[in-house]
């Protein structure tokens, strides 16, 4: 079973979408939402995610045991996401051994180049393919 690690933001729609893909597949994991602000949290817990914590600490505990991080491309970026990643945050999520999937989110003064333009139920799909890559 995967231990993942769900980080979410200002952009709730999109942390939802994500967990819900993720809890309606196929792959064995358990789904940690873990907020940065506790909408993001509240909103990936409804979503399906089985625990919720939300916070700097949170994320660096996180960040430390998750076997997948999965969240935004700003969540490795210090004062991204409206401020709301602090350099605590970014250092742990960087520094982790887990796998990161990166959502290609441009906002914020990051930019991802040569990202193709997808919907979210698009992103959902192709982050849940690579998670079941992952768990095989």
């Known amino acids: 079973e995967i231990r ?3 980080v979410g933001s200002e952009m709730c729609i999109r942390d939802r979408s994500i967990a819900e893909a993720i809890v309606k ?6 789904v940690y939402a873990i907020g940065t602000n506790s909408i993001a949290t509240c909103t990936m817990l409804k979503g399906g995610a089985m625990y919720g914590a939300t916070g700097e600490n949170p994320v660096i505990v996180a960040s430390r045991d998750a076997d997948v991080i999965i969240g935004p491309v700003g969540i490795i970026s210090a004062d991204s996401m409206l401020g709301e ?4 945050m970014a250092a742990a999520v960087g520094q982790s051994k887990a796998v990161k999937l990166l959502l290609p989110v441009n ?3 990051n930019r ?3 990202a193709k333009k997808l919907t979210i139920s698009e992103i959902a799909c192709e982050t849940v393919e690579e998670l079941r890559k992952i768990a095989k």
């Open 25 to 30: 597949s196929d792959v064995d994991c358990e």
């Open 107 to 109: 906002r914020c003064s």
């Open 85 to 88: 990643v602090t350099p605590a």
């Open 4 to 6: 993942l690690s769900l």
């Open 112 to 114: 991802v180049i040569g």
